[in-house]
């Protein structure tokens, strides 16, 4: 699990992201398509059309830094909306991660 400070906001791109892209490529999405400042300290998490892929991008100051994870069975559990950003607490995240439906 990824060391989430206490501040730090986490955001869910809803909607279906392109899971071939890497860290710039995400971090270009954030800025163009969110709105936002991808080297801002807060974390974004994406994930693909098959469900099964998350990919996690968090600039911590230093650097950016690029968490995936892949399920062997099961889908991630992510919210309904078709576009936009979904804030979640660091818990609901560990959630997340920890618990596929």
Known sequence: MIPVPSQVRIWLAVGRTDMRRG??????????TLGRDPHAGDIYVFRGRS???IKIIWHDGLGMSLYAKRLEKGRF????????TVSISPAQLAYMLDHTC
């Open 51 to 53: 469900g099964n892929l």
């Open 23 to 32: 860290m710039q490529g995400l971090a270009l999405q954030v800025q163009e």
């Open 77 to 84: 559990l992510w919210p309904s909306p078709a576009d936009g």
